[in-house]
Protein backbone atom coordinates (compact mmCIF):
# COMPACT_ATOMS: atom_id res chain seq x y z
CA UNK A 1 0.00 0.00 0.00
CA UNK A 2 3.02 2.49 0.59
CA UNK A 3 3.58 2.64 -2.52
CA UNK A 4 0.47 2.95 -3.92
CA UNK A 5 0.32 6.26 -1.42
CA UNK A 6 3.47 6.98 -3.04
CA UNK A 7 2.28 7.55 -6.01
CA UNK A 8 -1.22 9.71 -4.55
CA UNK A 9 1.67 12.30 -3.65
CA UNK A 10 3.24 12.38 -6.87
CA UNK A 11 0.25 12.83 -8.78
CA UNK A 12 -1.36 15.29 -6.03
CA UNK A 13 2.27 17.24 -6.37
CA UNK A 14 1.84 17.43 -10.28
CA UNK A 15 -1.65 18.10 -9.95
CA UNK A 16 -1.03 21.38 -7.73
CA UNK A 17 1.36 22.53 -10.07
CA UNK A 18 -1.26 22.42 -13.35
CA UNK A 19 -3.73 24.28 -10.85
CA UNK A 20 -1.68 27.21 -9.87
CA UNK A 21 -0.13 27.20 -13.65
CA UNK A 22 -2.71 26.06 -16.22
CA UNK A 23 -5.94 27.37 -17.87
CA UNK A 24 -9.11 27.29 -15.73
CA UNK A 25 -11.11 27.39 -19.27
CA UNK A 26 -13.24 24.46 -20.49
CA UNK A 27 -12.32 21.96 -22.84
CA UNK A 28 -14.95 20.65 -25.75
CA UNK A 29 -15.67 17.08 -24.09
CA UNK A 30 -18.60 15.83 -21.40
CA UNK A 31 -17.73 13.19 -18.81
CA UNK A 32 -19.60 10.28 -18.18
CA UNK A 33 -21.95 11.85 -15.93
CA UNK A 34 -22.84 14.62 -18.32
CA UNK A 35 -20.57 17.24 -16.81
CA UNK A 36 -18.88 19.68 -19.13
CA UNK A 37 -15.15 18.89 -18.85
CA UNK A 38 -12.37 21.28 -17.85
CA UNK A 39 -9.19 21.51 -19.24
CA UNK A 40 -7.73 20.87 -15.55
CA UNK A 41 -9.88 18.23 -14.83
CA UNK A 42 -8.23 16.60 -18.23
CA UNK A 43 -4.88 16.81 -17.42
CA UNK A 44 -5.56 15.92 -13.77
CA UNK A 45 -6.83 12.70 -14.40
CA UNK A 46 -4.07 12.26 -17.23
CA UNK A 47 -1.53 12.70 -14.14
CA UNK A 48 -3.11 10.14 -12.07
CA UNK A 49 -3.67 7.38 -14.50
CA UNK A 50 0.11 8.10 -15.76
CA UNK A 51 1.82 7.81 -11.83
CA UNK A 52 -0.82 5.02 -10.95
CA UNK A 53 0.17 3.05 -13.73
CA UNK A 54 3.81 2.64 -12.56
CA UNK A 55 3.12 1.12 -9.45
CA UNK A 56 3.05 -2.92 -10.09
CA UNK A 57 0.72 -3.49 -7.69
CA UNK A 58 -2.12 -1.52 -8.69
CA UNK A 59 -4.43 -3.60 -11.53
CA UNK A 60 -7.07 -1.22 -12.84
CA UNK A 61 -8.02 2.43 -12.49
CA UNK A 62 -11.36 3.77 -12.51
CA UNK A 63 -12.44 7.66 -12.74
CA UNK A 64 -14.60 9.70 -12.42
CA UNK A 65 -13.71 11.24 -16.14
CA UNK A 66 -13.69 8.23 -17.78
CA UNK A 67 -16.37 6.02 -18.86
CA UNK A 68 -15.03 2.41 -18.67
CA UNK A 69 -12.83 1.00 -15.97
CA UNK A 70 -8.95 1.34 -17.35
CA UNK A 71 -7.33 -2.30 -16.94
CA UNK A 72 -3.52 -1.20 -16.40
CA UNK A 73 -1.63 -4.67 -15.69
CA UNK A 74 -2.93 -8.92 -15.19
CA UNK A 75 -1.45 -8.88 -11.74
CA UNK A 76 -1.63 -6.20 -8.94
CA UNK A 77 -3.38 -6.41 -5.96
CA UNK A 78 -4.95 -3.20 -6.21
CA UNK A 79 -8.11 -1.41 -8.30
CA UNK A 80 -7.55 2.45 -7.29
CA UNK A 81 -10.91 4.63 -7.90
CA UNK A 82 -10.38 8.14 -8.40
CA UNK A 83 -11.65 11.59 -8.73
CA UNK A 84 -8.96 13.49 -10.19
CA UNK A 85 -10.02 16.80 -9.23
CA UNK A 86 -13.48 17.10 -7.39
CA UNK A 87 -14.92 20.62 -7.14
CA UNK A 88 -13.15 21.59 -10.34
CA UNK A 89 -15.89 24.20 -11.00
CA UNK A 90 -14.37 26.16 -8.43
CA UNK A 91 -10.57 26.47 -9.90
CA UNK A 92 -11.46 29.78 -11.66
CA UNK A 93 -12.65 31.46 -8.59
CA UNK A 94 -9.32 30.05 -6.86
CA UNK A 95 -11.41 28.18 -4.20
CA UNK A 96 -9.82 25.10 -2.75
CA UNK A 97 -10.63 22.26 -4.74
CA UNK A 98 -9.58 18.27 -4.28
CA UNK A 99 -8.64 14.61 -5.55
CA UNK A 100 -10.04 11.67 -4.00
CA UNK A 101 -8.50 8.06 -3.88
CA UNK A 102 -10.28 4.65 -2.96
CA UNK A 103 -8.00 1.38 -2.76
CA UNK A 104 -9.62 -1.93 -3.39
CA UNK A 105 -9.39 -5.00 -3.73
CA UNK A 106 -11.10 -7.27 -6.30
CA UNK A 107 -14.09 -5.35 -7.23
CA UNK A 108 -15.60 -1.76 -6.02
CA UNK A 109 -17.82 -3.02 -3.45
CA UNK A 110 -17.63 -0.68 -0.04
CA UNK A 111 -16.16 -4.23 1.90
CA UNK A 112 -13.41 -4.16 -0.30
CA UNK A 113 -12.24 -0.86 0.06
CA UNK A 114 -8.45 -0.90 1.84
CA UNK A 115 -7.14 2.30 2.21
CA UNK A 116 -8.60 5.85 1.24
CA UNK A 117 -6.84 9.24 0.88
CA UNK A 118 -7.82 13.13 -0.44
CA UNK A 119 -5.92 15.79 -0.90
CA UNK A 120 -6.61 18.98 -0.71
CA UNK A 121 -5.34 21.81 -3.18
CA UNK A 122 -5.56 25.25 -0.99
CA UNK A 123 -3.32 28.04 0.29
CA UNK A 124 -1.21 24.80 1.31
CA UNK A 125 -1.37 21.57 -0.63
CA UNK A 126 -2.52 18.76 2.11
CA UNK A 127 -2.96 14.98 1.98
CA UNK A 128 -5.05 12.51 4.68
CA UNK A 129 -4.74 9.16 4.54
CA UNK A 130 -7.07 6.07 6.25
CA UNK A 131 -5.00 2.85 6.29
CA UNK A 132 -5.07 0.14 9.06
CA UNK A 133 -5.62 2.06 12.12
CA UNK A 134 -5.24 5.23 11.70
CA UNK A 135 -6.10 8.77 9.85
CA UNK A 136 -3.15 10.70 8.75
CA UNK A 137 -2.66 14.45 7.61
CA UNK A 138 0.39 15.43 6.04
CA UNK A 139 1.24 18.49 4.33
CA UNK A 140 3.46 19.00 1.50
CA UNK A 141 6.63 21.46 1.94
CA UNK A 142 8.90 22.03 -0.65
CA UNK A 143 8.04 19.26 -2.95
CA UNK A 144 7.40 16.34 0.05
CA UNK A 145 4.71 15.27 2.37
CA UNK A 146 5.54 15.21 5.75
CA UNK A 147 4.01 14.03 8.55
CA UNK A 148 1.52 16.22 10.77
CA UNK A 149 -0.71 14.74 13.12
CA UNK A 150 -3.56 11.85 13.34
CA UNK A 151 -7.24 13.05 13.04
CA UNK A 152 -9.92 12.25 15.09
CA UNK A 153 -13.39 13.72 15.39
CA UNK A 154 -15.51 14.55 18.42
CA UNK A 155 -18.92 13.30 19.33
CA UNK A 156 -20.18 16.70 18.29
CA UNK A 157 -19.46 19.63 16.38
CA UNK A 158 -20.72 22.94 15.24
CA UNK A 159 -20.43 23.10 11.64
CA UNK A 160 -23.12 22.40 8.91
CA UNK A 161 -22.27 21.58 5.56
CA UNK A 162 -25.87 21.52 3.35
CA UNK A 163 -25.03 20.18 -0.05
CA UNK A 164 -28.17 20.37 -3.17
CA UNK A 165 -30.24 22.70 -4.09
CA UNK A 166 -33.19 23.56 -1.53
CA UNK A 167 -35.38 24.06 -3.93
CA UNK A 168 -35.39 20.22 -4.75
CA UNK A 169 -35.05 19.04 -0.73
CA UNK A 170 -37.36 16.70 0.69
CA UNK A 171 -39.62 18.94 3.85
CA UNK A 172 -38.00 16.40 6.21
CA UNK A 173 -34.42 17.37 5.40
CA UNK A 174 -35.06 21.27 5.49
CA UNK A 175 -36.69 20.98 8.56
CA UNK A 176 -33.61 18.84 9.67
CA UNK A 177 -30.88 21.85 8.24
CA UNK A 178 -33.34 24.74 9.46
CA UNK A 179 -33.34 23.57 13.41
CA UNK A 180 -29.35 22.72 13.63
CA UNK A 181 -29.25 26.57 12.14
CA UNK A 182 -32.04 27.72 14.72
CA UNK A 183 -29.54 26.26 17.50
CA UNK A 184 -26.51 27.89 16.39
CA UNK A 185 -24.80 25.70 13.89
CA UNK A 186 -22.59 27.40 11.48
CA UNK A 187 -23.17 27.08 7.79
CA UNK A 188 -19.61 26.03 6.23
CA UNK A 189 -20.05 25.09 2.72
CA UNK A 190 -17.77 26.09 -0.71
CA UNK A 191 -19.24 23.64 -3.21
CA UNK A 192 -16.47 21.12 -3.05
CA UNK A 193 -16.68 18.13 -0.84
CA UNK A 194 -13.16 17.44 -0.32
CA UNK A 195 -12.51 21.44 1.49
CA UNK A 196 -16.26 21.28 3.50
CA UNK A 197 -15.56 17.71 4.57
CA UNK A 198 -11.85 18.64 5.69
CA UNK A 199 -13.19 21.21 7.31
CA UNK A 200 -15.85 19.33 9.49
CA UNK A 201 -12.85 17.11 9.85
CA UNK A 202 -10.11 19.43 11.35
CA UNK A 203 -12.19 21.74 13.41
CA UNK A 204 -13.53 18.36 15.01
CA UNK A 205 -17.29 17.70 14.06
CA UNK A 206 -20.31 18.66 12.66
CA UNK A 207 -22.53 17.28 9.46
CA UNK A 208 -22.09 17.25 5.70
CA UNK A 209 -25.06 16.01 3.69
CA UNK A 210 -25.74 15.71 0.03
CA UNK A 211 -29.17 14.40 -0.07
CA UNK A 212 -31.02 12.65 -2.46
CA UNK A 213 -33.73 15.28 -3.75
CA UNK A 214 -36.96 16.04 -5.83
CA UNK A 215 -34.82 16.08 -8.93
CA UNK A 216 -32.23 13.50 -7.94
CA UNK A 217 -33.36 10.68 -6.02
CA UNK A 218 -29.50 9.56 -5.57
CA UNK A 219 -28.26 12.74 -5.03
CA UNK A 220 -25.36 13.45 -6.77
CA UNK A 221 -22.28 12.60 -5.22
CA UNK A 222 -20.79 9.32 -6.77
CA UNK A 223 -20.14 6.37 -4.38
CA UNK A 224 -16.79 4.44 -5.55
CA UNK A 225 -14.55 7.36 -6.08
CA UNK A 226 -15.99 9.93 -3.60
CA UNK A 227 -18.29 8.76 -1.12
CA UNK A 228 -17.12 5.73 0.17
CA UNK A 229 -13.43 6.42 0.30
CA UNK A 230 -14.62 9.63 2.73
CA UNK A 231 -16.75 7.32 4.60
CA UNK A 232 -13.89 4.91 5.67
CA UNK A 233 -12.13 8.37 6.65
CA UNK A 234 -14.68 9.32 8.57
CA UNK A 235 -15.60 6.05 10.35
CA UNK A 236 -11.64 5.57 10.89
CA UNK A 237 -11.39 9.33 12.93
CA UNK A 238 -14.34 7.79 14.81
CA UNK A 239 -17.23 9.87 13.09
CA UNK A 240 -20.18 7.97 10.93
CA UNK A 241 -20.73 7.74 7.26
CA UNK A 242 -24.56 6.61 6.24
CA UNK A 243 -26.89 6.70 3.62
CA UNK A 244 -30.66 8.03 3.66
CA UNK A 245 -31.52 4.85 4.92
CA UNK A 246 -29.61 4.61 8.14
CA UNK A 247 -27.23 2.23 6.23
CA UNK A 248 -23.03 2.58 6.15
CA UNK A 249 -22.17 3.93 3.36
CA UNK A 250 -18.80 1.35 3.42
CA UNK A 251 -21.19 -1.81 3.64
CA UNK A 252 -22.54 -0.54 -0.50
CA UNK A 253 -22.36 -2.48 -3.36
CA UNK A 254 -22.60 -0.16 -6.51
CA UNK A 255 -23.96 -1.97 -9.46
CA UNK A 256 -21.89 0.43 -11.43
CA UNK A 257 -18.84 2.01 -10.62
CA UNK A 258 -19.94 5.53 -11.38
CA UNK A 259 -23.54 4.82 -9.34
CA UNK A 260 -24.60 7.77 -6.74
CA UNK A 261 -26.25 7.57 -3.37
CA UNK A 262 -27.48 10.31 -0.57
CA UNK A 263 -24.53 10.64 1.82
CA UNK A 264 -24.29 11.86 5.47
CA UNK A 265 -21.19 12.39 6.84
CA UNK A 266 -20.19 13.67 10.64
CA UNK A 267 -19.91 13.36 14.49
CA UNK A 268 -22.23 10.83 16.18
CA UNK A 269 -24.61 13.34 17.58
CA UNK A 270 -24.91 14.90 14.12
CA UNK A 271 -25.47 11.83 12.39
CA UNK A 272 -28.09 10.39 14.92
CA UNK A 273 -30.05 13.61 14.39
CA UNK A 274 -30.48 13.22 10.97
CA UNK A 275 -31.14 9.34 11.21
CA UNK A 276 -34.23 10.61 13.62
CA UNK A 277 -35.24 13.40 11.05
CA UNK A 278 -35.21 10.64 7.67
CA UNK A 279 -37.16 8.36 10.47
CA UNK A 280 -34.53 5.44 10.42
CA UNK A 281 -34.07 5.92 14.48
P1 LIG B 1 -18.34 18.91 -8.49
O1 LIG B 1 -19.58 18.46 -9.23
O2 LIG B 1 -18.01 20.36 -8.70
O3 LIG B 1 -17.16 17.99 -8.72
O4 LIG B 1 -18.49 15.88 -7.01
C1 LIG B 1 -19.62 16.55 -6.75
C2 LIG B 1 -19.43 17.95 -6.22
O5 LIG B 1 -18.64 18.80 -6.91
C3 LIG B 1 -18.92 17.94 -4.75
O6 LIG B 1 -17.58 18.21 -4.63
C4 LIG B 1 -19.75 19.00 -4.08
O7 LIG B 1 -19.94 18.79 -2.71
C5 LIG B 1 -21.03 18.97 -4.85
O8 LIG B 1 -20.72 18.50 -6.14
C6 LIG B 1 -21.65 20.34 -4.93
O9 LIG B 1 -22.88 20.26 -5.53
P2 LIG B 1 -24.02 21.36 -5.34
O10 LIG B 1 -23.52 22.57 -6.07
O11 LIG B 1 -25.22 20.74 -5.98
O12 LIG B 1 -24.22 21.62 -3.86
ZN1 LIG C 1 -16.26 14.88 -7.75
Known amino acids: MKEVFEGIAKA ?28 LDIRSDYIVEEELSRIPTVRALASEEKEQIEPIRTGGQYL ?13 VDL ?16 NLMAAA ?33 LRLRDSGKLVAPGGTQQYWY ?31 IKGGGLFSYPGTT ?9 VFESMPFAKVFEMAGGLALNDRGE ?12 TSPCFF ?9 MRAYGNV
Open 171 to 201: PHHKELIDSMFAEGYRLRYSGGMVPDLHQIL
Open 12 to 39: AARIAEALEHDDTGYSDNKNSTGDVQLK
Open 80 to 92: VGYDPLDGSSLAD
Open 118 to 150: YVVYGPRVEMVTAYKQNVELWRQDRGEFKFVQI
Open 248 to 259: RLLVSEPKGHHD
Open 215 to 223: DKAKGKIRL
Open 266 to 274: GSKTEIERA
Open 96 to 111: SVGSIFGVYENSFLGA
